[in-house]
């Protein structure tokens, strides 16, 4: 099964750098992402020692592969499309996502019923298809870092194909808590640990999330004689009893990625961004006088805009001085469109923001500036013109956009940020802190922030600027590997 001349360096994502559409003449339209994946891969070496495997994801994408049109260093898996929609769709957007973010309306939900264990079956038959291209590609001994809750399974499955092979997992999601984590049926979530467990090497975003992990080890695999302390060994880890007997130590690392700052720093001066900035300038209106909070999301049930819209509400009603002064650019990106549940939340964005303009705006000021259509160039000159950034997810694994806004800022830029994003281990000091779910704490931080004194709030976002750029993508990305050689 070993390929002569395999990749020695893999990696394994359900959305890959690239996506195709079929342009109206049949030619392809192949796009490349950036991200921090792939500028940590090219860090590597040269293209015939890695490989990224993905999913497609698209009829443009299952074409390409069909076609044979697949770029060097990409090798897409034409999985079923309804296979791939229970898998994605069904189970790690709509179960494990909502698991480790604490998403759910638990009177009513989760409920797993058949139909939960169907789709379960197809998140295998998905994971099983990434395992099965790991194992034909990869070299002898090489290395392979599988990609977030989309793929928990892989790392067992791979390792019964391919023992010689080094393999880490990523979690860029937080982890749920316990408790939270056992609504999953038993044999799911022992299932989905052991799945992960086969790894050599679990990496996540903070120590909160890695420590949830092991929690959910101790509680779940009771019967395979687990430890999740090993004496004399400062590396945290879990240590178990596989069903045939051998013991096996799977380690634990943090490795919280950072902002990529010469990128950014780059990207953001260009016309393109210096165009958005003047067309912003112009919707917010006011002779530059007022002042911006900046929110940019996805727009993911966890981002929590819609109580970020309530407090902004608040501020307005209660501070009647700020009105005319101060603009809400709130900019929520379609995500998932596929599930209601995130059709339903971004229409109840946009019908608040809708509310609030009709409740306070007047002829020369709309109070929220709200846009959904995704735009890059845009955001970062947002980034650029913001005086204060709006981060209070319900949970988020890190959040980038609390460690990009710092860097990109022309002025320096207060983050209120809330405590359940990843990034407030490393940003909480100079941060304005929320919880998330307080809406009259978050409208009280809105209030300081567009207070803050000028000085301290260069300082602050100096400070920031540092700590979010302290590992950025590439870096980020040859520490796990590195990690996993040795
Ligand atoms: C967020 C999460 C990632 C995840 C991604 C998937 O960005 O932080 O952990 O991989 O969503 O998004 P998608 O659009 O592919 O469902």
Not at 256 to 281: I, M, N, T
Not at 460 to 483: D, H, I, S, Y
Request: proline share 5%; glycine share 8%; net charge negative.
């Amino acid at each position: 099964m070993v390929s002569e001349h395999g990749a020695q360096v893999l990696v394994a994502s359900n959305r890959g750098p690239v996506s195709y559409a079929v342009r109206e003449d049949g030619t392809l339209d192949a796009r490349r992402g950036g991200g921090g994946l792939v500028s940590g891969l090219s860090a590597i070496g040269s293209d015939e020692d890695s490989l990224w495997v993905c999913s497609a994801l698209s009829d443009g994408d299952r074409e390409a592969v069909r076609r044979g049109a697949g770029e060097p260093g990409v090798r897409m898996l034409d999985i079923d499309a309804d296979v791939h929609a229970d898998a994605y769709n069904g189970i790690a957007n709509s179960v494990l996502w909502f698991v480790h973010h604490l998403l759910y309306q638990t009177p009513l939900e989760p409920s797993f019923g058949p139909e939960f264990r169907r789709q379960w079956e197809a998140y295998r038959t998905y994971n099983r298809a990434f395992a099965t291209a790991l194992a034909e590609e990869a070299a002898q001994g090489a290395t392979v870092v599988v990609q977030d809750y989309h793929l928990a399974l892989v790392p067992g499955m791979l390792r019964a194909l391919r023992p010689d092979l080094r393999i880490g997992h990523f979690s860029h999601t937080p982890w749920a808590p316990v408790d939270y984590f056992r609504m999953l049926p038993d044999d799911i979530a022992e299932e989905l640990l052991l799945g992960m467990l086969g790894a050599d090497r679990l990496g996540f975003l903070t120590t909160r999330w890695l420590e949830a992990f092991q929690g959910c080890c101790g509680a779940v695999l009771g019967s395979y004689e687990v430890m999740t302390y090993w004496p004399k060994d400062a590396t945290p880890s879990v240590g178990f009893r596989t069903p045939d007997g051998r013991f096996h130590r799977t380690l634990l690392g943090v490795h919280g990625l950072g902002a990529d700052a010469d990128f950014l720093r780059e990207r953001s001066q260009r016309p393109d961004v210096a165009e958005r900035l003047a067309g912003l300038r112009e919707q917010i209106g006011g002779d530059g006088e007022r002042k911006v909070i900046v929110r940019v999301d996805r727009t993911e049930l966890s981002k929590n805009i819609v109580r970020g819209l309530h407090a902004y509400r608040l501020l307005l009603a209660e501070h009647p001085s700020w009105r005319e002064r101060v603009v809400h650019v709130a900019f929520a990106y379609p995500s998932r469109q596929d599930l209601a549940v995130y059709r339903d939340y971004t229409a109840e964005v946009s019908r608040l923001a809708a509310e609030i303009n009709e409740e306070y705006g007047t002829e020369g000021w709309t109070p929220v500036i709200l846009h959904v259509k995704d735009d890059f160039a845009r955001s970062l000159a947002a980034y650029r013109l913001a005086d204060v950034a709006l981060v209070n997810p319900i949970r988020d694994g890190m959040n980038l956009v609390a460690k990009e806004v710092p860097v990109v800022s022309d002025e320096g830029c207060v983050l209120v940020l809330s405590r359940e994003a990843g990034a407030y281990a490393e940003l909480g000091e100079d941060a304005l802190v929320v919880n998330p779910y307080d809406v009259v704490g978050t409208s009280e931080a809105l209030l300081a922030a567009l207070t803050m004194p000028a000085e301290e709030r260069a300082e602050r976002t100096k400070r920031l600027a540092a700590a979010a750029t302290a590992l950025p993508p590439g870096a980020w990305f040859l520490e796990q590997v590195e990690a996993l050689r040795n």
